[in-house]
């Protein structure tokens, strides 16, 4: 997600521009730019790639004054982060300047129409594309900047909340949004336009939230008026708002890691959009697209990463073996790079990585490719280090994580792993139509299912408080949700400092159930899949010797609800796509663990969010 900001009023517009990036920073730093209307009537667009620092130390020599202008910091969907990709976007007639939030899926249509029309781009964006249309529309039509705008949207399918500055209307801020936050904030002869209400609150207390398909006029004569993309009038509807900055830079949130946590409804939709159709069962991957025969010929798989993203990549593993019927190895890239392995061009490489920076699986890429294999990345950043060293890949488009504990990142990994399985086995033809199209399906649903299983919040912020004495911690699941159990301990230890291991369930008669005792709690991830009777047994051994069981199970479980001291329920979910819903519960209950014990959790001791060192 990006930061927009907007002003006009009787202050410098530049300051408060700049102050506003610095609080929307969190939403993503990649790129960062400003566009003024100067008293002597220029637009002056200054951008930069980097962090909101860099772009003040560019303005520095420059022209920044004026009372009414438009900001943006970036985080990249679409082009990497660099000047020219940077917002905000100008028309090529240098009189409209543009900053958006959000993803134009039909852009590449869009561009296509406009460039039959002669018109060139400059950048890779989706956003160019919409201040070329409107720029368009405007000259073709002979019509107002406000019409074109207005027009243009009701041509575009996608998310976005934009700010509009034009020099035919220097005295007039133009902001719409669909599907991505717009807030407006009324002060005393100035009006404020953010994508949320941090950059606002210092100034005002007053906002309107703008709806989806509605579009704010904001000028020095009349503050606020807002009409609808079919141009019928709409109503205003003034807020008083009652956070604090810093509870606002988390969505009213306590921490960051919650506010992830709870934003993986949204996350997971947009890691699916535009890749998977509103019906059918079809699969759009253009990294796999466009490296078809490397798929459809490829000896082996090798999944390279480290953490959380290892825990993916094990999921992905079985994905891409029962679907896409391919051998899957899966390293951790501390090891790998040290093993001298067995690879060469018939060889593919998954990197995973959220951050795109760790130095481990960065030096695992160098190292596949100096043997020829062909590198695939599945990371979050966009240009990251990883996601440039890689062949191709797919982004999983999650938004900015910065909590240290990774869970949006995680279960967006996972999704966008299902979905090459899926693409892979269409490719090699080796997934029934069947399976595909329910597979698809509940990539459909997975928002839906996450949004009911993100109820149990307080179910969980409950039980916590029987667990904070414990000092070991036990996870088992079986299949996919082997990994689910890795990844669920290593949200308990990073943040609640807990010791926690994490088993296959089966695996606890050779060893580890000598540890079972009072003192030791186990989670058992137990969906109803093919492996319920068994994890039922499971759950038995570990009763039978004293020890208390919380289990993640289908909802209505009857059976394993009379046997577990505490049951988690969860809607059904296709067994390979159990993950990431299992691992959600898991993500709450370490949470909670963690805050009645007082520990930091979105920044742990001795944690870094991306280890970019050895
Ligand atoms: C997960 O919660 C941790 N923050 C850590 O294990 C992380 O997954 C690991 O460092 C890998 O990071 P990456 O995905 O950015 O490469």
């Known amino acids: 997600m990006c930061g927009i900001v907007g002003y006009i009023g009787t202050r410098t517009a530049y300051d408060v521009l700049v102050k506003g990036l610095h609080r929307l920073e969190y939403r993503g730093y990649d790129s960062a730019g400003v566009a003024m209307i100067s008293p002597e009537g220029k637009l002056n667009v200054y951008k930069t790639q980097g962090k909101v620092e860099d772009l003040e130390r560019f303005c520095d020599s420059k022209d920044t004054a004026g009372t009414i202008g438009i900001a943006h910091t970036r985080w990249a969907t679409h082009g990497e982060p660099n000047d020219i990709n940077a917002h905000p976007h100008m028309a090529p007639g240098g009189r409209i300047a543009l900053v958006h939030n959000g993803t134009i899926e039909n852009y590449g249509v869009l561009r296509e129409a406009l460039e039959r029309e002669g018109r060139v781009f ?41 700010a ?12 719409a949004r669909k599907s991505s936050p717009l807030v407006i904030g009324l002060g005393e002869e100035e009006t404020f336009l953010a994508s949320d209400a941090t950059p606002i609150v210092e100034y005002t207390d ?43 830079e988390k969505g009213g949130y306590p921490h960051f890691m919650l506010k992830e946590i709870f934003e993986q409804p949204r996350t997971i939709n947009d890691c699916v959009r535009g890749r998977i159709g509103n019906s059918g069962s079809q699969v759009t991957l253009s990294g796999v697209i466009e490296n078809k025969d490397k798929f459809l010929n490829a000896r082996r798989i090798v999944i390279v990463a480290c953490g959380t993203s290892w825990h993916a990549g094990l999921i992905g593993k079985r994905l891409l073996q029962e679907i896409g019927r391919i051998p899957v190895e899966v390293e951790y890239a501390s090891e790998f790079r040290y093993s001298n392995p067995i690879l060469d061009e018939r060889d593919i490489v998954i990197a995973i990585s959220q951050s795109g920076e760790t130095a481990d699986t960065l030096a695992a890429i160098q190292m596949a490719k100096e043997r020829g294999a062909f590198v695939y990345g599945v990371c979050n950043v966009v240009g990251s280090s990883i996601a440039r060293a890689t062949d191709s890949g797919t982004y999983i488009h999650v938004g900015p994580e910065i909590g240290v504990a990774s869970t949006k990142a995680f279960t967006g990994q996972v999704t966008v792993l299902a979905m090459l399985a899926l693409a892979v086995g269409s490719i090699k033809g080796t997934i029934d139509k069947q399976v595909k199209a329910d597979v698809v399906k509940g990539l459909r649903n997975l928002p839906s299912l996450i949004t009911k299983t993100l109820k149990l919040n307080d179910q969980i912020e409950r039980l916590s408080a029987t667990y904070t004495y414990a000092k070991n911690f036990l996870y088992l699941g079986r299949g996919y949700n082997f990994p689910a159990a890795l990844e669920g301990a290593l949200k308990l230890k990073e943040i ?41 047994s499971n759950i038995q051994q570990v009763k039978a010797r004293g020890g208390s069981v919380i289990a993640v199970i289908t909802k209505g479980d009857e059976t394993i609800r009379e046997i577990a001291d505490h049951v988690l329920e969860i809607p059904q979910v296709p067994e390979c796509l159990s993950a990431i819903i299992t691992s959600i519960p898991l993500q709450l209950l370490a949470y909670h663990i963690a805050i009645k014990k007082g520990c930091d959790v979105d920044m742990p001791r001795n944690l870094a969010k991306s280890v970019t060192v050895e």
């Open 122 to 162: 400059r950048s890779e964006t989706d956003t160019e594309v919409l201040v070329q249309l409107i720029e368009y529309i405007k000259e073709t039509s002979g019509c107002s900047t406000l019409d074109a705008v207005r027009e243009a949207l009701r041509e575009v399918v996608g998310a976005y909340a934009i």
């Open 164 to 175: 509009v500055v034009d020099l035919d209307n220097p005295g007039t801020l133009i902001g």
């Open 206 to 248: 007053k906002v309107v939230y703008l709806n989806d398909d509605e579009i704010a006029i904001i000028s020095r004569s009349e503050p606020l008026k807002i009409i609808t993309t079919d141009n019928q009038p709409s109503q205003i509807d003034i807020k008083t708002l009652r956070m604090s900055v810093s509870e606002l």
């Open 496 to 536: 609640s400092y807990i010791h926690a291991e994490g088993y296959p369930a089966a695996e606890m008669k050779h060893g580890p159930i000598a540890l079972i005792d009072r003192e030791l709690p186990t989670v058992v991830i137990a969906p109803d899949d093919e492996m319920h009777e068994k994890i039922i």
